[in-house]
């Protein structure tokens, strides 16, 4: 298998995590965002949105998105789960895990400070933005988990909630949120941070790491 | 079941279409986006993050999230299903949900556009906002679905590509976009929209409807 995508993008990083926990190898593939590789006519004809991850599955096929790579990797390989058996289970480890991949990731990500730098807004209002959007959406994810005993966000293990939860952590400390004031979702991270499948997809580690 | 919706937001209409394929029955809820009725305090201890749809599914339990309480739905009710069986096809109509539901919606809701009209965007830039990020998401569905055969997104039955697909064009053209770009996915939403379940889950079919 062979991963497209760039160190600091936290969508990538989620699915580098979920390739880790899974045992599986890839490629990695590294496309400078800042300097818009991503737009690069032989990128654009795997992934025609120009973003990253994408993920070739070895066998001459092409999957998009985190999320929908993430749930794949779950049925084509299920241990260990991504996701809790129990439907209604899963469906709070989803709704988690769209709180920031719907809510917050969109609202805060390249291509919108971009946009907003395009129509005349100063640095500071674009660092503002970031750091108000990462700042109202963790404090929902917070209140999402808040009755979880842990140490995961749904138990003993980490799910799709965690994977999402982590890169979006380190957005909002870059932004400088006060992330002191999610203590549950902390707990989380730490846990999470512990596993060697975190710990080796984390920004920092990777290839292209600046 | 009560599901907790306003009549436009393409996110509610997601969920009323789902349900409606699925042939079950909810008592609807609305409350007044515009007006702010989603930040009073009973809802918010419904749903943290003051966003609708909210699913009641009658047992006491609470869902939130449109994506997640769709993939609920088609757990606990398979038939018919949402998503093919193979686990590439489902993972290419979760892509292109997520294209919608990531990447289009979010960028174009309620509350970023208050969120720039709040940073003292005029009204003629908030529309322009809105109809740029419907029009470039849209070009990118289109491209996702080119191959396909249809007459849906992803074969002869609809999916979660095209309960994510329809709102979104609605959205699309009450910003102004030019929708005749997009002819594969025009052709899609003619097959959905054929069906009651779809026609009967429209915002102006809603007893919220202005």
Known sequence: MRLHGY???????RVRIALNLKGLR??????H???????APDY???????????????DGRVLTQSL??????????PAPPLLPKDP?????????????????????????????????????????WARQVNAEGLEACETLVADEPGPF????????????????????RRFGVDVAAFPRLLRAEAAARALPAF??????????AE
Chains 1, 2 share one sequence.
């Open 199 to 208: 710990a080796e997809a984390a920004p920092e580690r990777q290839a292209d």
């Open 153 to 172: 966000c749904f138990g003993a293990t980490p799910t799709l909630a965690d994977i999402c939860l982590t890169p979006q952590l380190a957005n909002a």
């Open 44 to 58: 654009l004809a795997l992934n025609p949105q120009g973003l990253v991850p994408t993920l070739e599955t070895g």
């Open 33 to 39: 965002l800042r300097k818009g590789e991503q737009r």
């Open 68 to 77: 929908a790579i993430m749930e794949w990797l779950d049925e084509t390989h």
């Open 26 to 31: 890839a490629d990695h593939v590294a496309h």
């Open 88 to 128: 209604f289970r899963r469906a709070l480890v989803r709704a988690f895990a769209f709180a920031i991949a719907c809510e917050i990731h969109p609202v805060q990500n390249l291509k919108v400070l971009a946009r907003l730098r395009g129509l005349g807004f100063a640095e500071a209002q674009v660092q503002d």
């Open 7 to 13: 160190f600091r993008s936290s969508a990538a990083y």
